[in-house]
């Protein structure tokens, strides 16, 4: 099968503007995450609406497509610039996080792995929580939880903690059940991608905002792969400063 990475990536951010171009470790978060992944995959390119990314992703001799500023979310702006590439040969389609510079190769092979079953349509990753990680992880409304089946496929995403332990305090749930912690890299095939691009945002979607619960109420299979690995995802220039002191703590180790 042919695996192709898209990185979206944009300089307008809310709470941390211009974040894939700010410098991590002497290199600029959007390279991290394009060295992490490049070996990994047939093909990546970084997805950006911003000709000052463009130039940057040039700059270290990754691959890069202009999209559209209108995207709605990094599933649209994988799938326009899927759509640019002509990908229609392509089998999977992954979008990669552009603020996971730390992102690992075994992530990928796990979601990878995921379409050894033919009927799979999506997939994406999870990481169980242990009691180590504390309530306050559990609680975090910016940590989406998922509950599965049998199967390993999502039942549903939500900021909630889920499920609700009955009969027991809070502080004992995590020591009685094991709980998902979602990691955003999602992964389709690429008729699945355009396909989800196209349907209007639903009921759940906007209650949670969260994308993916617009997939599972149009009854797509959403495949979930279990990693063990704690991503370092950056949202502000606060947690900047925390994948600094981590990178500064692997160098001193090693």
């Given at each position: 099968m042919k695996y192709i990475g898209i990185i979206p990536a944009r300089y307008a951010s809310t709470r941390f503007p211009a974040k894939p171009l700010a410098m991590?470790?002497?290199?600029?978060?959007?390279e991290r995450v394009y060295k992490q992944v490049e070996n990994q995959l047939d093909d990546v390119y970084v997805a950006t609406d911003d000709e000052r990314i463009e130039q940057a992703v040039?700059?270290?001799g990754g691959q890069v497509v202009m999209t559209s500023t209108e995207c709605r979310s990094g599933t649209d702006r994988c799938w326009e610039a899927a759509?640019?590439?002509q990908l229609e040969t392509t089998d999977v389609v992954i979008n990669i996080q552009g603020d996971e510079p730390f992102i690992q190769p075994r992530q990928i092979a796990a979601i990878k792995a995921?379409?050894?079953?033919?009927?799979?349509?999506?997939?994406t990753l999870v990481?169980?929580?242990?009691?180590?990680?504390?309530?306050?992880?559990?609680e975090n409304v910016n940590s989406p939880k998922v509950v599965v089946n049998n199967k390993m496929e999502a039942l549903y995403f939500?900021?909630?903690?889920?499920p609700f332990t009955r009969g027991k305090d809070k502080e004992e749930w995590l020591a009685g059940h094991t709980y998902y912690k979602h990691i955003g890299i999602y992964a389709y095939r690429t008729n699945v991608l355009k396909?989800?691009?196209r349907l209007p945002q639903s009921s759940l979607e906007l209650a949670e905002s969260l994308e993916q619960l617009r997939w599972l109420e149009n009854g797509y299979r959403i495949k979930v792969g279990v990693s063990d690995i704690e991503t370092i995802g950056i949202d502000t220039p606060e947690d900047l400063e925390r994948a600094e002191q981590f990178l500064h703590n692997v160098k001193c180790k090693v």
């Open positions: 991590l470790g002497g290199k600029m978060v959007i040039k700059s270290f759509d640019k590439l995921c379409f050894d079953d033919q009927s799979v349509d999506i997939a990481k169980p929580f242990v009691p180590a990680d504390g309530l306050a992880a559990l939500s900021r909630s903690i889920i396909e989800i691009t």
